[in-house]
C-alpha cells in the first residue's frame, strides 16, 4: 500500500486487504469488490465514486465563471482548465445566462413573489384602505358641519 498521505480517505479504503467490505467515509458507503468481480458490479462502484466525489457549483460560482470567460481577459480553455470545469458544461452556462438576460429583458418573466411577501402586502393595502375610508368620512362630515360664510357650525 502506498504511503501517499495526499489520497482522499475514501480511496486509500479501497486497498485489496479492504475488498468485499463496505467502507463509509466522507462521501457515504461504498461497497468493495474482489479482484475476481463482475464488470456490471466494478462499473457499479465507479459510477457511486464519480457520483460522490462530483463537484456542485452555486448559482454565484457559475455567474462569475461564466462572466469571467465573456470579458475575454483569457481563453475558455484555460479558465475551464483552471475552474476544473469542461467546457462543455462552461459553454451551456453561458447559454443559460445569456437567455435568462434576453427573456428578463423582454419582460417574459415577472418577478415571483413570495408568500410572505404577498401577506406582508396584502396587510398593507388593507391598512391604506382603512385609512383612506377615515379620511373621506371625516371630509364628509367636516363639510356637512360647514356653514355657508365658510365657518364651522357648533
Not at 12 to 36: C, D, E, F
Not at 47 to 75: D, F
Not at 87 to 96: A, D, Q
Request: aromatic share 6%; hydrophobic share 30%.
Amino acid at each position: 500500500r502506498p504511503k501517499n498521505d495526499t489520497m482522499p480517505c475514501w480511496t486509500r479504503q479501497l486497498w485489496p486487504h479492504n475488498l468485499n467490505k463496505t467502507v463509509s467515509g466522507k462521501y457515504g458507503a461504498v461497497q468493495t469488490q474482489k479482484p475476481g468481480a463482475s464488470k456490471a458490479a466494478t462499473d457499479k462502484l465507479v459510477k457511486n465514486i464519480r457520483r460522490m466525489t462530483r463537484q456542485h457549483y452555486s448559482a454565484k460560482e457559475k455567474i462569475r465563471i461564466v462572466l469571467t470567460g465573456l470579458r475575454g481577459e483569457e481563453s475558455i480553455s484555460v479558465l475551464c482548465r483552471r475552474e476544473g470545469i469542461a467546457e462543455s458544461l462552461y459553454y451551456s452556462w453561458s447559454k443559460e445566462f445569456l437567455e435568462a438576460g434576453k427573456r428578463r429583458l423582454s419582460g417574459d418573466t415577472a418577478r415571483q413573489a413570495t408568500s410572505p411577501e404577498v401577506k406582508d402586502l396584502r396587510s398593507e393595502a388593507l391598512a391604506l384602505k382603512e385609512c383612506v375610508a377615515d379620511l373621506t368620512l371625516e371630509n364628509r362630515l367636516l363639510k356637512k358641519s360647514m356653514t355657508g360664510t365658510g365657518e364651522f357650525g357648533e
